[in-house]
């Protein structure tokens, strides 16, 4: 069974920085497509990032310059630099896996505010 533990939420100014970690068991870690979603408050869930097997990286336009997506197979983790952080960027936010067969598995959510 694959599971996600993330890591690394919480409370920063507008213009600070977090990191996020999520580190995942039960599967081969190297093989998957690993990215980062989030939900605000009352709006859909949203791509954020991800990195694919070969290490192709796409990001949501209004995350792109200030957000970094980057993986440690030997770790079994995946991790999300946030700087520059904006109000807009609080909501909870959640690690994803997707096997080569499209399979996924969610985290549980990191809570992520910034205050303006």
């Known amino acids: 069974q694959v599971r996600l533990v993330e890591s690394g939420g919480g409370l920063v100014q507008a213009g600070g920085s977090l990191r996020l970690s999520c580190t995942a068991s039960?599967?081969?870690?190297?093989?998957?497509?690993v990215g980062w979603y989030r939900q605000a408050p009352g709006k859909q869930r949203e791509l954020v990032a991800a990195i694919t097997r070969d290490y192709n990286r796409n990001y949501a336009d209004s995350v792109k310059g200030r957000f970094t997506i980057s993986r440690d197979n030997a770790k079994n983790t995946v991790y999300l630099q946030m700087n520059n952080l904006k109000a807009d960027d609080t909501a909870v936010y959640y690690c994803?896996?997707?096997?080569?067969?499209?399979?996924?598995?969610w985290g549980q959510g990191t809570l992520v505010t910034v205050s303006a």
């Open positions: 994803n896996i997707k096997s080569p067969t499209s399979r996924e598995t």
């Open positions: 039960g599967t081969i870690f190297s093989i998957n497509t």
